[in-house]
């Protein structure tokens, strides 16, 4: 079982950027495909991006061409890159290792790391 720890949040003006990382636990990072969630006050957690673990990546709507997801599997490390933030990006952030056709996570979830994006 992978266990994840995510970092790198913070607070952040409107247009601002964060990079968030999610450093994993194990030999066998490199086999998972990942992704990046959110779960935002009174709503439900919902993916954000993924990677597969070939590099392929793909983004939910309202991040696309904000956000960029990579990993460095040398360091058991998955990133998100996080620009031009507004405050619908307001949320806790959490990584797991992720099934790339569904984003359905299959690990327990890590602790998150807060996100919030105000004036």
């Known amino acids: 079982q992978v266990q994840l720890v995510e970092s790198g949040g913070g607070l952040v003006q409107p247009g601002g950027s964060l990079r968030l990382s999610c450093a994993a636990s194990g030999n066998i990072f490199s086999i998972y495909d990942m992704g990046w969630y959110r779960q935002a006050p009174g709503k439900q957690r919902e993916l954000v991006a993924a990677?597969?673990?070939?590099?392929?990546?793909k983004y939910g709507d309202s991040v696309k061409g904000r956000f960029t997801i990579s990993r460095d599997n040398a360091k058991n490390t998955v990133y998100l890159q996080m620009n031009s933030l507004i405050p619908e990006d307001t949320a806790v952030y959490y990584c797991n290792a992720a099934d790339y056709a569904t984003g359905f996570p299959l690990a327990s979830w890590g602790q998150g790391t807060q996100v919030t994006v105000s004036s």
């Open positions: 990677i597969s673990n070939g590099g392929y990546t």
